[in-house]
């Protein structure tokens, strides 16, 4: 039991047995631990019974003792010699649509001992969520989907444990972060309600479930902690922001922004929170353009455009030749082409400032970031009209997703102390360039803090901290879940930020043109 | 939900899903369960969650849930429509050393359906516990006799569910009672340590378990409630018996004895339990002399000395020819022996007064009880003086324990208020003759009160009564076990207990010898 927080590793010491006292071995253990974990009750799954009288006579009746808190519950989920110098592991995971990143954590320390991430190998029955369901309508394509991801963390597993030295029985714990959907083709559950109104989950709150129930091949009694989600629309990986960000602790407000191809928001302080989830739509996440892609090396994530002579600056991951640009890439891009006058305010061309980068064919105008010559592709990469105009949509989706919730909950955006930009993919965006296309509201720099993977961050919190975990189902439980009315309120509002910055420029003063 | 207390089976209606209350089918169902159960968290498994949607939707969103209570934790068993005529049964079952009886209950009337019975197959390893403990002392001893009683349930269940039309997927709930040492064979927990000093089982509490953990066949999510022990020669059974008796609500100080090998005995009231056990020496069960079977047709259960010619007036279980004699007749016929003084208050026979039934050969002297012409075996059913003497033994085993534990709590055997006989073979027992023989205290004949299969009861009282699992922790918990040191003080009182009825005959004032 070390570091700041009591973890879930307990070291216990117990009286042997003698004709004075007879309790029984489980029953002698669980009493010392009782005491500890302050609990009246502690489980003991058979298998692990099974074999604890020669444990505890081979351990000298002393023990390192894993144990998890199933909403109030506690289980014994190992028990481990004290001088057994194998470490007591868990594994943190951020399940991913389209990544998985897993961290492998010393349950005893707290330490990261490893990470490694895979793509979700459901990308084979499609690259998005709503194909995966389709897939899943029957009981075979469910099997199917489910063994995909099951197989992919046992294979994953076991080559972060193999790697670190790890050996796969002493994995007890893992914390799964993921959306919804993805949530429930883990655990095998039809998400079939979920893509069809009034779009309901199975389980809001799967909560603890064993791994071998779901065939995760680490210690035969661990324990698998699923975040829970507030809805269809929802998920647990949004919770597991709110835990890593701390906004649910903080007497001021924040606000906490999942950027992608949804647009999950939460506002809130310790004493309330407000959510919702809005289509914000691809060209944020880079999947719109026919050269957007995930940010990976060779990717363009960071562009300047000269003012002056229109010259363009553009920065590729590990500085490779271009092949596409990412989202982060794409919100600078924009926000350039802006400031060089090269779009309108209405996110158009302006020809005259394009100069030779603006092509036109089959009716269509691109403006050229890399001619052929220079793309690591051999092909040109260019942005076109259609692809602008959809970034304009998304970054308007955005903005009056985060009015709206701003309005509902009758504060401004000048009330909030902290705007966290979660996710993997929000680490990237710039936020001047956000606010200069009018993605985001025009607050002071240092207002915006980036979290990085928010939802790795707060399941790898949930191994370290029983405080954490015991907050997440309060935080779920309070949060208010805002249904977004696609009226003519939020229409007009749609309207008014298809501009850039926005037709009321007012919203946006350290937003100016030469 | 019906029956005086509220059972294990709740009729709800659930508000099907909407756009405004997008609740998950799982947490909506359970949202209407926690009220009825006062609770705050009821665990579903994953197996269940998986049809949980395709049930709500197809039940119309109201369903009789099957939930269960595991040390103030609640379950969700099962869920049926309310439509479905299929009753939702449990089993009760008393897992003796030597016979095994399952009680078949209706859970939302309480009513029983039907009760069958068999021989406990571990018998095949050996009739006694010792010898079955010493097979499973290796891993594939305890597999083999583990899977015995296993088989025997599944196949004694299906039988018993057959005959009542009853689907054992409609089986959801166990309640096992049984001794320390039959509960772990059951759980497939190693024995080794129940017979070894200081004699520790492996758990005191099993709680409730998974049925398809233990590979019973009975409804997917079926739980098996197993009584917890006091230790290794106070089990799960007497703590049935106890909640059967109902001594532990009562004002007044009661006893509850068990007769067997062990004499396991209870003395307390609704504010103390003291216990302890001992050996009484299978005499009491009829197993110590040549012909001493368990009572079954053809056995000598009671015998009429008279006193004036001393003709034997034997009577036999469904009056067939007699071919042994059960605990209960030898209690019996050594009552009738020393009032017809034809044994003297040390046991002994008296050849004046037994006649031509003493018989004589190879130094020991027995009394014929049937010649051989007129038994069932074709052979004389007689009972040597060494059978008697170890009759005298263990009656006063059992008088010197009951004695014990008095003195230890300070009262005399006045002070109680019921003796509780429990135990199949106890039910036979006629206390006048037991009291002649001074195995049991000289209270007036309405104190004695026999329960029958106590353990069975019990176990049926926790699928018909939620107040009735409250109790047996607390009942456990208040248990003060005292260990029998069979010390000087013991060894004296046992001496003198090893007379016709005592040394002391002012302590049996009813038993007056012509």
Redesign the interface.
Known sequence: MTGKSPGWVVTVKVSP????D???????LINELKPVLKT??I??D??L??N???RLRKFSYQARCVCFN????WKLVGVKSVNDSAICAGIAIDLGTTRVVLRLINLETGEVIDESAFDNPQIAIGPDLLERIHFADNEAGLYKINRLIVDGFNEHISGLCKKSGVHIQDVYLLAVSGNTSMTHLF????PN?IIR???????????T?LAK??GIQINDNARIFIFP?V??YFGGDLISGIIYSGLHQQDEISILVDVGTNAEVVLGNKDWLVACAGAAGPALEGGVSKIGMNAKPGVIDRIMIDPEDGTFDLHTIDELPPKGICGSGMIDMMAQLFLSGMVDIRGKFVASKCGDRLKESDGSRRIVLVPSDDSATGRELSISQVDIDSLMRSKAAMYTILETIARYVGITFDDLSTFYIAGTFGSFINPRSAITIGMIPDLSEETYHSLGNSSLGGAAMILTSREALDEVEGIRDRIT?L?LNVNQEFMNRFSAAKFLPHTDPSLFPSVKIE
């Open positions: 047995p003698s004709l004075n007879n309790t029984a071995d489980a029953d002698r009246d009750y489980d003991i058979l298998s019974l099974k604890l009288p020669w199933d909403c109030g519950r655990l095998g559950l039809a309600h109104e009034p779009y309901i989950p199975v389980v809001n709150t799967p909560n479930v129930d779901l989600n809805g269809s879940y249904e």
